[in-house]
């Protein structure tokens, strides 16, 4: 059969609009007169308001109309055999353009391939000629009652198919705007770190001591930092933790080197210099943050260093032969009053003698024992009994490898560690050497060197 390709009509569907008596509408479709006019009879006097077609062309025109009319219209009638534009081809053309309507197939014989045909283009009952008025009647009804139930529900599961694909499309919307924020918040992270670093530099140089130090942020950015300072007769070394692992703890550690260094050029140091830090974090207000520090003198030519602790944890002292020890310096955290007080320990050195320092995230790296669920810290006897090793190097980096393997790997704070090696004075020059670790370095005495801070990580 070769059909004409009619241009797309609107899905009556999605119209509507009944008559002004609310009546049900209905097509009839049939080139016998006389059944035609029975049928619409029929239908009319049970309350139906009825149209009616002599043919395929002009049932294909009226429902065309009506969809652009926007009307409803809830059955059609159509006769299967009509000269011309048949049933089929009716149908056809309606599935052609889109304009599904439902229909009740009427014929005086129809064969099983062309119910099936009928079925595949969207007939849904089927009434044989001749038609007797009370069958028509509960036929149509019926198909129009299930017909309209149909709609409904189809129409409700469309309804909540386009509110769901609103809501997704409105989630989508909303995850992609997130994704965009946060990368650039990430690009935003990355080079605040990279200006954090240039601003904290590397250690800086003591002749007559050797430095090997590890670090290990937790996040991006830490808020841990130590500060190298050679003097007349030895040097300082500060090691100081800023409470916290945001922006403002790696803010706080810049204003700590930037105090630090100019309190240096002033030729302050031990408790003065304390105190000072101290009362400018007791007076930056609501940006005041709690800092630990430790704060080593070292007078190399009379052979000692005095160790001022502000909370921090205690320095673990290498001398001579002997066990490592700790040293018992204690004082008040840094930030929180306005009354701070110091205890401070003094050590005698000796060409060989070694010092460990590390902030909080160093001891405190815990781990959950077996079926005890107890929670064990590394502790400075953790750090005391891994402290071996023949050169500093190797001692600095068995205690960081004991104190990570001790936690798992998995921190819970900014960790930071510091070796220091008393050495005979002489004029050797050493260059820095690096290990193979995040942000760690380990340096020697070189004339050509600066004095700067040390990155964090």
């Given at each position: 059969m070769t059909t004409t390709i009619t241009p797309r009509l609107p899905d009556t569907s999605l119209f509507h609009r009944r008559a002004s008596d609310g009546r049900r509408r209905v097509l009839v479709v049939d080139d016998d007169a006389v059944a035609r006019r029975l049928m619409v009879t029929v239908l009319a006097v049970r309350g139906y308001e009825v149209l009616e077609a002599c043919g395929g062309e002009e049932a294909v025109d009226i429902i065309a109309r009506l969809a652009t009319e926007r009307l409803s219209l809830d059955c059609m009638l159509l006769d299967v055999r009509m000269p011309g534009l048949d049933g089929m081809g009716v149908l056809e053309r309606l599935t052609e353009a889109g304009t599904p309507v439902p229909t009740v197939a009427v014929s005086?014989?129809?064969?099983?391939?062309?119910?099936?045909?009928?079925?595949?283009?969207?007939?849904?009952?089927?009434?044989?000629?001749?038609?007797?008025?009370?069958?028509?009647?509960?036929?149509?009804?019926?198909?129009?009652?299930?017909?309209?139930?149909?709609?409904?529900?189809?129409?409700?599961?469309?309804?909540?198919?386009?509110?769901?694909?609103?809501?997704?499309?409105?989630?989508?919307?909303?995850?992609?705007?997130?994704?965009?924020?946060?990368?650039?918040?990430?690009?935003?992270?990355?080079?605040?770190?990279?200006?954090?670093?240039?601003?904290?530099?590397?250690?800086?140089?003591?002749?007559?001591?050797?430095?090997?130090?590890?670090?290990?942020?937790?996040?991006?950015?830490?808020?841990?930092?130590?500060?190298?300072?050679?003097?007349?007769?030895?040097?300082l070394v500060l090691l100081a933790d800023v409470a916290g692992h945001d922006l403002g703890a790696s803010l706080h550690g810049v204003l700590i080197k930037a105090f630090f260094e100019e309190n240096c050029r002033r030729g302050l140091g031990g408790e003065e210099f304390l105190r000072l830090l101290n009362r400018q974090l007791v007076g930056s207000g609501a940006q005041r943050r709690l800092v630990t520090a430790q704060l080593l003198d070292f007078d190399l030519a009379q052979g000692r260093v005095t160790v001022i602790s502000a909370g921090h944890p205690q320095v673990v002292a290498l001398h001579g032969g002997d066990e490592p020890a700790v040293m018992p310096g204690v004082g008040s955290v840094l930030g929180m009053s306005e009354e701070v007080s110091f205890i401070p320990a003094r050590l005698e050195l000796e060409p060989g003698d070694r010092l460990l320092l590390c902030t909080d995230g160093v001891v405190d790296a815990t781990r959950v024992d077996g079926p005890s669920g107890r929670r064990q810290r590394f502790g400075l006897d953790g750090l005391r009994a891994a402290a071996a090793g023949p050169g500093l190097a190797e001692l600095v980096a068995a205690a960081w490898k004991a104190a990570l393997d001790h936690c798992r790997g998995k921190p819970s704070d900014d960790m930071l560690l510091v070796g220091l090696e008393v050495r005979q004075r002489d004029t050797r020059d050493y260059e820095p050497q690096a290990i193979p670790d995040q942000g760690s370095a380990t340096v020697r005495r070189s004339d050509q060197h600066p004095s700067t801070p040390p990155a964090k990580g």
């Amino acid at each position: 059969m070769t059909t004409t390709i009619t241009p797309r009509l609107p899905d009556t569907s999605l119209f509507h609009r009944r008559a002004s008596d609310g009546r049900r509408r209905v097509l009839v479709v049939d080139d016998d007169a006389v059944a035609r006019r029975l049928m619409v009879t029929v239908l009319a006097v049970r309350g139906y308001e009825v149209l009616e077609a002599c043919g395929g062309e002009e049932a294909v025109d009226i429902i065309a109309r009506l969809a652009t009319e926007r009307l409803s219209l809830d059955c059609m009638l159509l006769d299967v055999r009509m000269p011309g534009l048949d049933g089929m081809g009716v149908l056809e053309r309606l599935t052609e353009a889109g304009t599904p309507v439902p229909t009740v197939a009427v014929s005086a014989s129809s064969d099983r391939d062309t119910v099936i045909q009928l079925m595949r283009l969207g007939c849904d009952e089927f009434l044989d000629k001749p038609v007797r008025p009370e069958e028509l009647l509960a036929r149509i009804n019926g198909f129009i009652e299930r017909s309209q139930r149909s709609t409904a529900l189809r129409r409700g599961r469309e309804d909540r198919l386009r509110e769901e694909k609103a809501k997704l499309e409105h989630e989508s919307e909303r995850h992609r705007r997130t994704a965009q924020q946060l990368g650039e918040l990430s690009r935003q992270v990355e080079s605040a770190r990279t200006v954090y670093q240039d601003l904290i530099g590397t250690p800086g140089v003591i002749d007559g001591l050797d430095l090997v130090w590890r670090n290990r942020p937790l996040a991006a950015m830490g808020g841990d930092f130590l500060g190298v300072r050679a003097t007349d007769v030895g040097g300082l070394v500060l090691l100081a933790d800023v409470a916290g692992h945001d922006l403002g703890a790696s803010l706080h550690g810049v204003l700590i080197k930037a105090f630090f260094e100019e309190n240096c050029r002033r030729g302050l140091g031990g408790e003065e210099f304390l105190r000072l830090l101290n009362r400018q974090l007791v007076g930056s207000g609501a940006q005041r943050r709690l800092v630990t520090a430790q704060l080593l003198d070292f007078d190399l030519a009379q052979g000692r260093v005095t160790v001022i602790s502000a909370g921090h944890p205690q320095v673990v002292a290498l001398h001579g032969g002997d066990e490592p020890a700790v040293m018992p310096g204690v004082g008040s955290v840094l930030g929180m009053s306005e009354e701070v007080s110091f205890i401070p320990a003094r050590l005698e050195l000796e060409p060989g003698d070694r010092l460990l320092l590390c902030t909080d995230g160093v001891v405190d790296a815990t781990r959950v024992d077996g079926p005890s669920g107890r929670r064990q810290r590394f502790g400075l006897d953790g750090l005391r009994a891994a402290a071996a090793g023949p050169g500093l190097a190797e001692l600095v980096a068995a205690a960081w490898k004991a104190a990570l393997d001790h936690c798992r790997g998995k921190p819970s704070d900014d960790m930071l560690l510091v070796g220091l090696e008393v050495r005979q004075r002489d004029t050797r020059d050493y260059e820095p050497q690096a290990i193979p670790d995040q942000g760690s370095a380990t340096v020697r005495r070189s004339d050509q060197h600066p004095s700067t801070p040390p990155a964090k990580g």
